[in-house]
């Protein structure tokens, strides 16, 4: 049996904004999006399973997750491979992950990140409950948490 | 002073070792707890062992439990460095025998923090 927990956008986007200032620099903070714009180019998952179900899913553009790769990884752009795109975006989306599993305070496993080229959309029985809509350094960065219906049966 | 670095994210080990090098520190890194466990097995003695939880093959809770199970390596000094933060987590890992525990997100002063507690980089000289 899975918990339904209410997990708050505030939550999500104080913890998002720590996992960015870490190991990106606090000199570039994610910014709150004032016009949404679509990531596109990469996406990377995690998926929480156990006490409580969920899908944490972080959205950037080509662009950004280059930059996102060069910062974590201290090299230039152009030296960044789609082998390092994965392996960073998958660590950023697994801490994104670990803390949004810790928000749910249920004992849930986290399984391994999944990062691909294009959109990984959620698995279909799962709800939309956060959205973030950010943008860093100028590109559009979206963040969401997917979870089944309440009522569900699961 | 010598760092193994146990973390399947590639990105992660760099950072470990960028942190651990500016405190001094030479690393060796393996990508899962075997790969650790063999890199022990094969005589290398490091003065602590940084592991992440979640990873393929072995995690490091397994590690953990493994490593202090061996007389050989009692001396190694363990700490988790990883995403999983629930309090049942944090206990399991301390009651195996890890003896500092890091939660990602960490800045590279948490980890200065926790190794000066060790006791592994001199602390601050006060004024």
């Given at each position: 049996m899975t918990a339904t927990i209410d997990i708050g956008l505030a939550d999500v986007q104080m913890l998002v904004e720590e996992v960015w200032t870490s190991f990106l620099g606090a000199d570039e903070p994610v910014l709150p999006a004032i016009e949404p714009g679509t990531p596109g180019g990469?996406?990377?998952a995690v998926t929480i399973s156990g006490g409580w179900e969920a899908q944490c899913t972080v959205w950037l553009t080509e662009g950004g997750a280059r930059a996102v790769t060069a910062r974590m990884l201290m090299c230039d752009e152009a030296d960044v491979t789609d082998d390092d795109l994965r392996d960073a975006l998958g660590e950023l989306v697994n801490m994104v992950g670990g803390n949004v599993k810790s928000l749910a305070a249920s004992t849930a496993s986290l399984s391994l990140p999944l990062v691909g080229h294009g959109d990984l959309t959620p698995a279909s029985h799962l709800d939309e409950v956060v959205r973030l809509d950010l943008t860093w350094l100028g590109d559009p960065v979206r963040v969401s948490v997917h979870t089944p219906p309440e009522g569900a049966d699961r | 002073m010598h760092a193994l670095i146990i973390d399947d994210s590639r990105t992660m080990r760099r950072i470990l070792r960028r942190t651990v090098a500016d405190l001094g520190f030479d690393a060796t890194e393996a990508e899962h707890g075997q790969e650790a466990l063999d890199h022990l097995e094969d005589g290398l003695v490091p003065d602590i062992c940084l592991i992440d939880w979640n990873m393929p093959v072995m995690d490091g809770y397994t590690f953990v439990t493994k490593v202090r199970a061996d007389e050989r390596w009692r001396g190694v000094t363990l700490m988790m460095v990883t995403t999983e933060s629930e309090h049942g987590r944090i206990v399991k890992a301390l009651a195996a025998g890890a003896h500092e525990y890091v939660i990602k997100p960490f800045t590279p002063d948490a980890i200065a923090e926790k190794l000066e507690l060790l006791g592994l980089v001199p602390g601050e000289v006060p004024a």
């Amino acid at each position: 049996m899975t918990a339904t927990i209410d997990i708050g956008l505030a939550d999500v986007q104080m913890l998002v904004e720590e996992v960015w200032t870490s190991f990106l620099g606090a000199d570039e903070p994610v910014l709150p999006a004032i016009e949404p714009g679509t990531p596109g180019g990469w996406s990377a998952a995690v998926t929480i399973s156990g006490g409580w179900e969920a899908q944490c899913t972080v959205w950037l553009t080509e662009g950004g997750a280059r930059a996102v790769t060069a910062r974590m990884l201290m090299c230039d752009e152009a030296d960044v491979t789609d082998d390092d795109l994965r392996d960073a975006l998958g660590e950023l989306v697994n801490m994104v992950g670990g803390n949004v599993k810790s928000l749910a305070a249920s004992t849930a496993s986290l399984s391994l990140p999944l990062v691909g080229h294009g959109d990984l959309t959620p698995a279909s029985h799962l709800d939309e409950v956060v959205r973030l809509d950010l943008t860093w350094l100028g590109d559009p960065v979206r963040v969401s948490v997917h979870t089944p219906p309440e009522g569900a049966d699961r | 002073m010598h760092a193994l670095i146990i973390d399947d994210s590639r990105t992660m080990r760099r950072i470990l070792r960028r942190t651990v090098a500016d405190l001094g520190f030479d690393a060796t890194e393996a990508e899962h707890g075997q790969e650790a466990l063999d890199h022990l097995e094969d005589g290398l003695v490091p003065d602590i062992c940084l592991i992440d939880w979640n990873m393929p093959v072995m995690d490091g809770y397994t590690f953990v439990t493994k490593v202090r199970a061996d007389e050989r390596w009692r001396g190694v000094t363990l700490m988790m460095v990883t995403t999983e933060s629930e309090h049942g987590r944090i206990v399991k890992a301390l009651a195996a025998g890890a003896h500092e525990y890091v939660i990602k997100p960490f800045t590279p002063d948490a980890i200065a923090e926790k190794l000066e507690l060790l006791g592994l980089v001199p602390g601050e000289v006060p004024a």
